[in-house]
Every structure is written in structure tokens, then in C-alpha cells.
């Protein structure tokens, strides 16, 4: 065939396993976020009698968004002390950020509480 690349099916497949593996590995590590989000959560419940709610918030907890190998867990505050927060989140083997979600923006607490999952 003059002039046109033959389609290499072994190439194509090799790439569509690769993706595979790697979305797999995607899904396994956002699980593993969240359930660590979740752990973290009780924990930091159990250890401040003023904490109100824990909101999981961002890749790791809503749908549809990817989560790469350098994604954080971000989780929202209310009430609580959230130095004590911060201190307790570092022993993590995830990157953890964490906000007071009393003192954000009231648009970006709304959609914190639409959006979130309550932990």
C-alpha cells in the first residue's frame, strides 16, 4: 500500500491497556483519598469536642473530577480549632489541606456544602 501507514492494532491496544491501567489506578488511589479524608475526619472529631462538621471537598470527593498522583484531600472545618487541624492532618501519606469553612467566602461555603461530601 503506497503512501498510507498501516494501522498497527498491536500498538493501539498496547496504549488502550496503558490508559486502562492507569484510570485503574486513578479510581484506587481517589478511594484510598477518601477514605483517608473519612479517617481524618473521625479523628479530628474525636480529638476536638468544638468541631461541628468535616467536609470532604474537591478531586478527591466529587464525581466526574480527575484525581492525578499530586492531588491533595481538601477538607472543610466548621467550628473546631484549626491549627489543632492542620497539626493533626500531617501524618497523612496524602497532602491534606484544610479550611475554616466559617471564615471563606459565602460562595465558596455554599458550594463547599453542595458539592462536598459531610464526613
Excluded: C, Y
Excluded at 474525636?46 to 478527591?60: H, I, M, T, Y
Excluded at 480549632?81 to 455554599?110: P, W
Amino acid at each position: 500500500m503506497s503512501g498510507v501507514d498501516r494501522f498497527d492494532v498491536a500498538a493501539a491496544a498496547a496504549a488502550i491497556n496503558r490508559e486502562n491501567r492507569r484510570e485503574a489506578l486513578s479510581a484506587e488511589r481517589k478511594n484510598r483519598a477518601r477514605a483517608e479524608g473519612a479517617r481524618l475526619a473521625k479523628l479530628l472529631k474525636e480529638r476536638d469536642p468544638r468541631l461541628v462538621r468535616v467536609w470532604g471537598f474537591g478531586s478527591a470527593f466529587e464525581e466526574g473530577r480527575p484525581f492525578h498522583a499530586s492531588s491533595d484531600i481538601d477538607l472543610a472545618i466548621e467550628g473546631g480549632d484549626l491549627l489543632l487541624a492542620l497539626s493533626m492532618v500531617g501524618t497523612s501519606e496524602f497532602r491534606v489541606d484544610v479550611v475554616d469553612l466559617t471564615r471563606q467566602e459565602d460562595q465558596f461555603a455554599k458550594t463547599v456544602r453542595e458539592k462536598g461530601t459531610l464526613l
